[in-house]
């Protein structure tokens, strides 16, 4: 059986499934990502495996994560001896995400794109470096242009670098789409503390809030009136000028200016990025595994006779899973994204920063 190709008669229980085929963008997108044994990557959706199969051949560690049984089934069929793959029974927007750092490269369903970035990319502590994913056309520029629409949109700019590798015809997926996709690349800025983020986070949510607001009058929810003056004044921006005009990276500089003053404090970031998003936030040890070796496999065998083959995520009645679950519901892979883009980022922080005591 090629990869990128759906088992004969297979009928899988979520509709309109586009699986990639193409050989040629299967290995842009492997290649993009530059893994070497000590990474750990996932592949979001993996379906018939095609890229699947081409990760699992640079020896990293990888964690397929597929829904549907039929397709699981086959996966580990096909691949199953391989020590450095786990193949993981779950829906892909509940599978908890790996603490240790990870990178993703899949071809993800367009109906949920905005949700799956969301868990990806809010939380300011994540663990992802890089993703290497195909969206729909329009998604990716949108995504990628020079103002972002929304106060979600420049979230994610504003702590990963976001390009669009390469244009995807719809002949590169079977069936083909209505639409085109992109190879979208998502990469971790490096060097923005948690604390930093904060700050970005209560500027952006002035800025997108209000976007016709003074420059001068937003900054002085923070700061002192004749200060917010000379920072406008030093980046070059008029004190009137509303802060909808003002460029990202600019945001970005004064952000970090504010985050050195120890005098300031600042209110907590919402609740939906604090999180990755699970639907089994509270259950303990949720981040997933990477796989491992067969000696380490055994040891860690021993001693869980009851919990089934937690390496390959089998099982029907969901035991041997504790580490990631069985997921719920289906989800296709076209169409357009019916997610509301930048609803999440309700909820916005309103606070005023406070000035420490005695400071």
Excluded at 215 to 235: D, K, P, Q, V, W
Excluded at 297 to 305: E, L, N, Y
């Amino acid at each position: 059986m090629q990869p990128g190709r759906p088992p004969r008669n297979h009928q899988p229980n979520h509709s309109s499934v586009h699986l990639l085929w193409s050989q040629k963008v299967i290995s842009e997108l492997v290649d993009n990502a530059v893994l070497g044994p000590d990474d750990l990557v996932m592949d979001l959706g993996a379906g018939t495996g095609s890229i699947t199969a081409e990760l699992v051949r640079t020896s990293a560690r990888v964690l397929a994560v597929e829904r549907d049984e039929e397709f699981v089934g086959d996966l580990e069929r096909r691949y199953g001896d391989h020590e450095n793959l786990r193949v993981v029974h779950d829906d892909l927007l509940s599978v908890p995400l790996p603490h240790r750092e990870f990178a993703v490269v899949a071809n993800i369903p367009f109906s949920i794109t905005t949700a799956l970035l969301r868990r990806l990319l809010n939380t300011p502590n994540g663990s992802l470096t890089q993703a290497d994913l195909l969206v729909e056309w329009g998604m990716a520029k949108r995504l990628t242009a020079a103002w972002p629409r929304d106060l979600e949109a420049a979230w994610w700019a504003a702590r990963f670098e976001i390009s669009i590798k390469h244009r995807v015809p719809a002949t590169a997926f079977r069936p083909a789409p209505k639409i085109d996709a992109a190879h979208l690349v998502f990469k971790r800025k490096t060097g923005q503390s948690k604390h930093l983020q904060g700050v970005i986070w209560a500027l952006l949510s002035t800025a997108y809030g209000g976007p016709n607001v003074p420059a001068r009058t937003a900054l002085t929810s923070f700061i002192t009136r004749g200060r917010a003056h000379r920072m406008l004044h030093e980046i070059g921006i008029e004190s009137q000028a509303p802060v909808g005009t003002i460029k990202l990276s600019q945001w970005l500089g004064i952000a970090t200016e504010l985050a050195a003053d120890k005098s300031l404090s600042w209110p907590p970031l919402p609740k939906n990025l604090r999180t990755d998003g699970s639907r089994r936030e509270e259950a303990p040890n949720r981040g997933l595994r990477a796989p491992q070796g067969k000696a380490a496999q055994g040891k860690a065998a021993q001693g869980r006779a009851n919990q089934g083959n937690a390496g390959r995520g089998q099982g029907n009645t969901g035991q041997g899973k504790a580490a990631y679950g069985k997921g719920k519901g289906g989800h296709g892979n076209s169409g357009q994204d019916r997610s509301n883009q930048g609803r999440s980022a309700q909820g916005r922080s309103t606070g005023k920063p406070r000035r420490a005591p005695g400071r």
